[in-house]
């Protein structure tokens, strides 16, 4: 069956918004473990300095609980995206578990309540803990980014600079020993790689103050209830976080 121009343009949209650069086979294949020094380098723009008025380093490096943090940034004017945003979206799960799993920017439903991956991308997403017989009451669950963003664009420097230091401060008072990316937003923040069908699967080492923590990316809930043949490629992947979780424990 020939399929229409306008089928292979959507399949075509669906993948570059999934950050897919690459075609799957029929098996699914057997990944190895990578440095993220040895993935893919197609660098976002490094850091900048910060401008001496919105530096947020000294306040979070005073920081010592998650209940800190999330005080800090509800009683603090921290970038203009809290102006927009009708709620804080902070964490979701248990604070002292071994799993720490970092999502996407928020979206409307997120922004609505306040809690990360909800409505139907949260029934699939507990769908996929479930596979690896895990619940979110298991896991700590995280966005790469407190706030909504209107427009659905991607962060400017300015907003990379106030913000990504503010998850790296999160991971590190959890201080967990896995970490699973949900979709392109944490591996394009976090890895500094844009290519999703790459690294999807394979265990990473992600650095953070010297400490090395293995971390994994998985694909957006989102984009599988869109793209629902793309199913058993999470399913094998988080088959993957089972054993290693296993290994680790």
Known sequence: MILSMHKLLDD???QIEAGIDDT?????????????????KKKIP???ELPNDISIKGSLDKIKTTEELKSFLLNNSICDLQKSSKNLVFS???SNSSIMIITGIPDSNEDNSGIPIMEKNGELFNNILSSANLTRSLVYIAPIIPWKIPGNRDLTDEERIVLLPIIKKHIELIDPKILIFVGLDPIKYLLDDDGMMKIRGKWLNYSLKEKSIECMS??????LIRRPEYKRETWNDMLNLKEKFKELS
Do not use: M, R, T
Request: glycine share 12%.
């Open 12 to 14: 075509l949209k669906w």
């Open 24 to 40: 799957l086979g029929d098996q699914p294949n057997k990944k190895e473990n990578l440095k993220v020094e040895d993935s893919f």
């Open 92 to 94: 979701d799960g248990d």
């Open 218 to 223: 998985i694909l957006d809930p989102g984009f």
């Open 46 to 48: 490094g850091p900048l």
